[in-house]
C-alpha cells in the first residue's frame, strides 16, 4: 500500500501507525508528486478533495500505464458529468477527456450524511478503468482544443464554434465527410466523433 499524504503531521501519524507493515507513505502533495516514481498497474482508491477533483483525475488518466483501476468519491454532480453520453445535459468537454482515456462506471450515490461535517451536496463512488482505444487521436493536443473551443459556448453549432479555430472550407468539406449537419452542437458528438474530425485536420492546424 502507497498512500501520498499532503499534511506533515498526518503522514508523521500515518506513518507510527503503519510501522512493521508493508504500508509506504509519502508526505508530498499528489498534484506535484512525479508519477513516474510510482509502479506501473496500481488500484489507485482516493476519497478526492471536491476542489482539486479535476486536476488530479487529469493527473492520473494522463498516466494510464501507472493504474488498472481508479475508485473515486467525488461530488455527485461531477459524477454524472463524467459518465454522461451525447444528448445529456451534463455532457460536456471535461466528459469527452475522461471518456477518451478510460471507461467509467457510476457505482453508487452517497449522500451528504454520510460525512461529518455534513456537506451541502451528495457525493458518489466512481469507477474508471483504462480503455483499450482502437481509433486514437493523432495529436490529442489538437483533439482537446478542438472540445475545449466546441463547448465553450454550447448554443453555438458545432460549425460555428469551430470556424474560430479551422477555415470554413475545411471544417465544411470535413463535416461533410463525418456526414454531419452543421448545426449540429458539441453535445451530439460522441469523443469518436470528435477523433475522427480532429485526425481529419490534424495535418494542417492552426493554420488551416
Known amino acids: 500500500l502507497i498512500a501520498v499524504e499532503t499534511d506533515q503531521a498526518l503522514a508523521d501519524e ?4 503503519s510501522h512493521n507493515t508493508s504500508t509506504k507513505i509519502i508526505h508530498a502533495d499528489f498534484l506535484e508528486y512525479p508519477m513516474e516514481s510510482l509502479p506501473d498497474n496500481l488500484k489507485i482508491i482516493g476519497n478526492l478533495p471536491y476542489y482539486i477533483s479535476t486536476p488530479i483525475i487529469d493527473k492520473i488518466l494522463t498516466h494510464p500505464k ?3 483501476a481508479f475508485y473515486l468519491t467525488i461530488q455527485y454532480e461531477l459524477g454524472r458529468r463524467l459518465a454522461a453520453g451525447p444528448g445529456s445535459k451534463e455532457y460536456g468537454g471535461f466528459s469527452c477527456f475522461v471518456q477518451y482515456y478510460a471507461e467509467q462506471k457510476l457505482l ?5 450524511t454520510a460525512f461529518r461535517p455534513i456537506p451541502k451536496v451528495d457525493s458518489c463512488f ?3 478503468t483504462p480503455r483499450v482505444r482502437q481509433s486514437k487521436a493523432q495529436d490529442e493536443p489538437w483533439l482537446f482544443q478542438i472540445i475545449r473551443h466546441a463547448f ?4 453555438k453549432t458545432l460549425y460555428n464554434a469551430l ?3 479551422i477555415k470554413t472550407e475545411k471544417l465544411q468539406e470535413v463535416l461533410k465527410e463525418l456526414r454531419l449537419e452543421e448545426k449540429v452542437r458539441a ?3 460522441s469523443i469518436e466523433n470528435f477523433i475522427a ?3 481529419l485536420t490534424a495535418s494542417d492546424h492552426p493554420n488551416l
Open 163 to 165: 470556424s474560430e479555430v
Open 14 to 17: 500515518l506513518r507510527t501507525e
Open 108 to 112: 453508487f450515490r452517497i449522500k451528504n
Open 152 to 155: 465553450q459556448q454550447r448554443r
Open 66 to 68: 501507472k493504474f488498472s
Open 197 to 199: 474530425l480532429s485526425n
Open 126 to 128: 466512481l469507477k474508471l
Open 187 to 189: 453535445e451530439n458528438l
